[in-house]
């Protein structure tokens, strides 16, 4: 028979393959309360946001990688520096294929954002005895790949 003319088989999850969002029946998903990355304090300082975009791959215990992440976009050496330092503490719900674990390659985007703060019943009084600070916030934005 012609190899051709066979049909199509349904992939076989191994302890080797790496799948895209693509070709999972269950995504991979962050772990509420998984490490994030710290927002430098001298970019708060500055004034300075910015994002990191990474690709990596996450096994099937949850954990990323380390040897396979790849920064594609980055504003600032310092915020790829924490998004780096960050990653292998996170963790993820396992990608699953026909009901077993799999490795994953994911796509991931650390927005920096700086924040200001609610706005107190003092501080809309008027000027008084109360300094105003930033709040930073890093969103992790999931990306389809």
């Not at 990688?65 to 998004?83: G, M, R, W």
Request: aromatic residues 6%.
């Amino acid at each position: 028979m012609d190899p051709l003319d066979q049909p199509a088989r349904a992939a076989v999850p191994s302890a080797d393959s790496v799948y895209s969002i693509l070709n999972v029946d269950e995504t991979a998903v962050r772990a509420e309360g998984s490490a994030a990355p710290v927002y430098p304090p001298e970019l708060i300082e500055q004034g300075v946001e910015g994002v990191v975009l990474t690709n990596f791959v996450i096994d099937t215990t949850g954990r990323a990688d380390s040897a396979t992440i790849e920064i594609l976009q980055a504003s600032h050496a310092l915020f790829v520096q924490s998004v780096r330092s960050a990653i292998p503490g996170m963790r993820f719900s396992p990608a699953m294929v026909q009901g077993r674990k799999v490795r994953q390659s994911v796509e991931q985007r650390f927005q920096f954002r700086i924040t200001p703060p609610p706005v107190t019943a003092a501080m809309a009084a008027g000027p008084g005895r109360w300094s105003w600070q930033c709040s930073a916030v890093i969103w992790v934005v999931p990306n389809s790949s």
